[in-house]
């Protein structure tokens, strides 16, 4: 016949600090929701969209048959060498592209200075060039991507071709940060400890999860 062993079980506010940073650990390994990063995305899909950038896509299947497009923007991080962020895609001059970046995020220098070095590098080709965007290997960071730059469908100078990769590998770079500041944010203590609360998990004296 089975024992009945009573527990006594604690919301996060009762737990001693030890207990409280060993229910933050695991809340940070085991709950925290695997679609943090689905916000950063979106901002930069639309970033993309400013600045000429058509992010290719692949098809996910979903419960009942259906199927959705993600865009191809890749990541990985945040604690080792080669961690770093990239996408695919082709690129084009957006007219306008410089003073919309301002509109959408008017307190990001690193954005319009992207936005500006692009339209600068256009200006001198009459905004004709064009670029063909991909990730290479099996690493996610800027030099994973491969970047083909073109005038009119020809092959540009070696000049031409950087004055277009930079500004598309600090897009890049610019997205691992904010990446980055993201998840630092959702795992701080504070944002944890409002978490916890919010759903309201319970715990054992020694922090560990109840249930």
């Known amino acids: 016949m089975p024992d009945i062993i009573p527990i006594t079980v604690y919301e996060f506010e009762e737990l001693d600090e030890s207990a409280k940073d060993t229910a933050r650990d695991w809340y940070r390994q085991g709950a925290f929701d695997d679609d943090w990063y689905d916000f950063v995305f979106s901002d930069f899909e639309a970033i993309c969209d400013i600045l000429g950038i058509a992010l290719r896509t692949n098809p996910v299947s979903l419960v009942g048959g259906s199927t959705r497009d993600d865009p191809q923007?890749?990541?990985?991080?945040?604690?080792?060498?080669?961690?770093?962020?990239?996408?695919?895609?082709?690129?084009?001059?957006?007219?306008?592209?410089?003073?919309?970046?301002?509109?959408?995020?008017?307190?990001?220098?690193?954005?319009?200075?992207?936005?500006?070095?692009?339209?600068?590098?256009?200006?001198?080709?009459?905004?004709?060039?064009?670029?063909?965007?991909?990730?290479?290997?099996?690493?996610?960071?800027?030099?994973?991507?491969?970047?083909?730059?073109?005038?009119?469908?020809?092959?540009?100078?070696?000049?031409?071709?950087?004055?277009?990769?930079?500004?598309?590998r600090d897009l890049a770079r610019w997205l691992y940060r904010r990446l980055e500041s993201e998840y630092d944010y959702l795992t701080s203590e504070p944002a944890v400890d409002e978490a916890i609360r919010a759903i309201g998990y319970t715990f054992m004296e020694n922090g560990k999860r109840f249930g």
């Open 73 to 168: 923007i890749f990541f990985t991080g945040f604690s080792s060498q080669g961690d770093g962020a990239c996408f695919a895609g082709s690129y084009a001059y957006r007219p306008g592209s410089s003073k919309a970046i301002r509109a959408y995020a008017p307190q990001d220098a690193k954005l319009h200075r992207i936005a500006d070095a692009l339209r600068d590098i256009q200006r001198q080709h009459s905004y004709r060039l064009s670029a063909d965007i991909r990730h290479s290997g099996r690493y996610c960071h800027e030099y994973s991507m491969d970047i083909t730059v073109e005038r009119d469908g020809l092959d540009c100078s070696e000049a031409t071709e950087e004055a277009i990769i930079e500004p598309l």
